[in-house]
């Protein structure tokens, strides 16, 4: 019998609830009344913070999810007959049911990487249509931080990505919806990460590091950000009592709340990475830069496992699994799961 499933899950990083400072934000915003669609003091607080975090004067806007604040991003920078380069594996490429190019009209030319990866060398090769009517023409550089596949950029491959971009009069956009994992295992801060390297809008993740819903797109460049309120509305993302994101976002970019959380989450990998690791017919992939373990397990421990704590596979053929971590894993969470995955592989080699 398998031992005790743990008390997380190991599937998402958006399976974990909410944390109990913001849930307490949310509480203590539910006082009188506040003007509605983002003219209200949370708003207006956690725009500061955002602008303190970056160093620059960007403009902000908050929407529901991160799909949408893609859409919001993207439609910003780009007309329709533009298209947007972006690693095969990008969010926006193959988990987003087609929004992107049917809000923006534009082609995402996906391009695959071995790591989730984009190089500028693999930009450069998207580029041959520039200029000939019959193509359509790149304008955005799309990369995720950290990616899909777990993997991180340097602040030094991104700035190498923005020169590459900048120099063919194209932008730079970053999905962000786990930049709090990205910047808290480079051990940086949010400007040395974004603002430095030359990244033009980024959406920042609040949902999987804590929030209940809620997410942000910065425009760093406040020009490239001049259209976003209409985009917004357009795109069905304008919160109305948008008091209840923002005082959201309040707690979890204060005491550095959105930090500790995907510290916390990116340990907790690495505790499960070596738990895993040792344990024979498992076959961890490679270590785990942030807050995701990709294995290797035989195929036909596979269901078992997710029937005892579930998770999705992430590669059948391939009988490869991700198992995630959120802010609220505990080590005892990882101890048990590491000790039912010993126990399942061992029945079902
Ligand atoms: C890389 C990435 N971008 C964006 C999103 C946002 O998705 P949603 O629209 O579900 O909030 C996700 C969620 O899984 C994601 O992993």
């Known amino acids: 019998m398998a031992p005790e499933a743990p008390h997380t899950l190991f599937a998402s990083d958006n399976a974990a609830g909410v944390h109990p400072a913001v849930l307490e934000a949310l509480v203590a915003a539910n006082q009188g009344h506040a003007l509605a669609y983002g003219a209200d003091a949370w708003t207006a607080r956690a725009t500061a913070q955002f602008r303190d975090l970056l160093g620059v ?23 329709p007959w533009q298209a947007v380069i972006c690693p095969a594996s990008a969010h926006i490429a193959v988990d987003e049911c087609g929004a992107p190019e049917r809000f923006t ?4 030319i996906d391009v695959p990487t071995e790591d989730g990866k984009l190089r500028p060398e693999q930009v450069e090769r998207e580029l041959h249509g520039v200029g000939d009517e019959h193509h359509v023409q790149p304008r955005v ?15 030094a491959e991104i700035a190498a990505l923005a020169d590459v971009a900048h120099a063919n009069s194209l932008l730079l956009h970053v999905d962000g919806a786990r930049i709090g994992n990205a910047v808290a295992a480079l ?27 809620g997410e942000a797109v910065v425009f760093v460049d406040p020009a490239l950000g001049v259209n976003a309120h209409f985009v917004r509305k357009q795109a069905a993302q ?6 209840f994101v923002a005082a959201q976002f309040e707690a979890l970019l204060s005491d550095d709340l959105w930090l500790r ?6 340990a907790m990998a690495a505790l499960l990475a070596e738990r895993i690791a040792p344990i024979d017919g ?4 490679h270590p785990p830069q942030v807050n995701a373990v990709f294995a290797r397990v035989p195929a036909a421990a596979l269901a078992p496992l997710a029937d005892w704590s579930f998770f999705w596979v992430w590669d059948q053929e391939q009988s490869v699994v991700r198992w995630m971590c959120s802010f609220d894993t505990t080590e005892a969470d990882v101890e048990r799961f590491a000790a039912g995955v010993a126990e399942i592989v061992a029945a079902h080699r």
């Not at 304008?238 to 008091?243: C, G, I, V």
């Not at 498992?282 to 992939?285: P, Y």
């Open 261 to 266: 959380n995907a510290r916390h989450a990116n």
């Open 187 to 213: 051990d940086e801060d949010l400007r040395r990460v974004i603002v430095d390297p030359g990244v033009d809008v980024l959406t920042f993740g609040g949902t999987k590091n804590g929030l209940m819903y």
């Open 282 to 285: 498992v076959e961890l992939l």
């Open 105 to 108: 009209g534009c082609k995402l």
């Open 141 to 155: 550089v799309s990369i995720t931080q950290s990616t899909e596949m777990g993997t991180l950029y340097s602040p």
């Open 238 to 243: 304008l919160p109305s009592k948008m008091r």
């Open 57 to 79: 004067d960007a403009e902000v806007v908050f929407t529901w999810g991160g799909t949408g604040a893609n859409v919001v991003g993207l439609q910003c920078l780009l007309a």
